[in-house]
């Protein structure tokens, strides 16, 4: 489990088993920034939307190698976008099955 979904009060985050990255659930997120400023890659962020987007925003951004990384959290997202690519398929997929 990361930092991020140990500190919020309101369940609306949690690690996607499918890319290890963590994921908002945008009905639950109040925006309070507390998953920002648990998460010790900065991989979170908080952004000015209008209410149809997502309030809090995860990006790949560590610079670190992997075993430096995981040092300072579990997830531990590099920026190699891998990832990515496989969210993407993932989202592919679903939007086509609908």
């Known amino acids: 489990m990361g930092d991020c979904v140990e500190v919020c009060k309101f369940d609306a ?3 996607n ?3 290890s ?4 659930i945008t009905s ?3 925006a309070c920034g507390a998953c920002i400023k648990a998460c010790p890659k900065t991989i979170i962020e908080l952004r000015d939307t209008n209410k149809k987007d997502l309030k809090i925003f ?3 951004v560590s610079k670190d190698k992997g075993a430096v990384a ?3 959290c579990e997830v531990a997202c ?3 976008s891998i990832l990515q690519m496989q969210y993407w398929k993932l989202i592919s997929r679903s939007e086509t099955k609908n």
């Open 21 to 24: 990255l963590p994921e908002v």
């Open 70 to 72: 995981r040092k300072a």
């Open 78 to 80: 590099i920026g190699c």
């Open 17 to 19: 088993e499918a890319t």
């Open 28 to 30: 639950k997120c109040t």
């Open 13 to 15: 985050i949690h690690i």
């Open 58 to 60: 995860v990006s790949c």
